[in-house]
């Protein structure tokens, strides 16, 4: 099993930037992709942006693409999201996801991902 921890959430006005942190552990050997997802009040759980781990291949969201920028650190297990240019419509808790199989076809999916952080709150004010 992953554990996933994200961090780096907080309030910043329009046009500003954030970065989100996401720190695995455990059996990170195990590690396919990794992604992070969005939820806002009152809307279902959207997908933001991934990396395929097994294939090196990025995927963005059209709403964050040129936007938002998904990295990561292989020697600390750390995913990083970059985020610049918010807008209000960016406030959610972002989450931090990882799939312990291959998912290429479902990377866009939840369902491809079976480890999941606690969530990071991302507040833009206008």
């Known amino acids: 099993q992953v554990q996933l921890v994200e961090s780096g959430g907080g309030l910043v006005q329009a046009g500003g930037s954030l970065r989100l942190s996401c720190a695995a552990s455990g059996r990170t050997f195990n590690i396919y992709a990794m992604a992070w997802f969005r939820q806002a009040p009152g809307k279902e759980r959207e997908f933001v942006a991934a990396d395929n781990w097994s294939g090196g291949r990025l995927y963005y969201a059209d709403s964050v693409k040129g936007r938002f920028t998904i990295s990561r650190d292989n020697a600390k297990d750390t995913v990083y999201l970059q985020m610049n240019s918010l807008q209000p419509e960016d406030t959610a808790v972002y989450y931090c996801?990882?799939?312990?199989?291959?998912?290429?076809?479902?990377?866009?999916?939840?369902?491809?991902?079976?480890?999941w952080g606690q969530g990071t709150q991302v507040t833009v004010s206008s």
């Open positions: 996801a990882a799939a312990g199989r291959p998912i290429s076809a479902y990377i866009r999916a939840e369902s491809g991902y079976n480890s």
